[in-house]
Structures are given as C-alpha cells and as structure tokens.
C-alpha cells in the first residue's frame, strides 16, 4: 500500500506562487489532478517515474512546472502567476511503472491518491 501525502497549499492572492509536494517512490509515474467546487477531477500535471518526460494540462502549460527528486522520495509542483481559476483541492496520484507508459491524464490510470491539499486564489 502506498501512502501519498501532500503539503504545500494555502491561500495566495493571484499572480503568486505555491509550491506543492508529496512523497513518491521512484517505482511510480506521478500525477497532480484538481477538483473545483461543483466541477469534475481535471489533469494538471505529470511525470514520469524517471522524471524523463512531463506532461501538461494546456491551462497550467508555462505557468506550472512538475519535479520530482527520487533520492529524496519527493514529486512537487511549483505553481506560478496562479489565477483564481486554479482554485481548488489539488491531489496528487501514483502509478506504479510498467513496461509501457500509459497516459498519465487519465486519473482512471492511477492506482493510488492522496487526501488532497485546498489551493485558493483570490482576486
């Protein structure tokens, strides 16, 4: 059972910056999904197990960037010029790596997640 934690929320007014981290083993594809009030679960970002390649939600594209430091077990997500709109509970989600590398958007791929960190912007 893998147990995933994150940190790093809180409350920012738009056009700062947050950072968010959760704990990851190196044997896992990393994911960063959000849920706004009244919306469904959206893809903002992922990494590889390696770190090798990364994937972007085309709202968070140049404003967001995914990391990940294997030797410290640590995925994070640094978050940039934030808009109100990025307001919400940010989980993070692990997939175990394969032979193949299935497409870390899709949440239904991810076999673990975390209990969720509340990000808001205001305006």
């Known amino acids: 059972q893998v147990q995933l934690v994150e940190s790093g929320g809180g409350l920012v007014q738009a056009g700062g910056s947050l950072r968010l981290s959760c704990a990851a083993s190196?044997?896992?594809?990393m994911g960063w999904f959000r849920q706004a009030p009244g919306k469904e679960r959206e893809f903002v970002a992922a990494i590889t197990w390696s770190g090798g390649r990364t994937y972007y939600a085309d709202s968070v594209k140049g404003r967001f960037t995914i990391s990940r430091d294997n030797a410290k077990n640590t995925v994070s997500l640094q978050m940039n010029s934030l808009k109100p709109e990025d307001t919400a509970v940010y989980y993070c989600?692990?997939?175990?790596?394969?032979?193949?590398?299935?497409?870390?958007?899709?949440?239904?791929?991810?076999?673990?997640w975390g209990q969720g960190t509340q990000v808001t912007v205001s305006s």
């Open positions: 190196g044997n896992y594809h």
């Open positions: 989600a692990a997939k175990r790596r394969a032979l193949s590398t299935p497409p870390l958007a899709v949440g239904a791929q991810y076999e673990y």
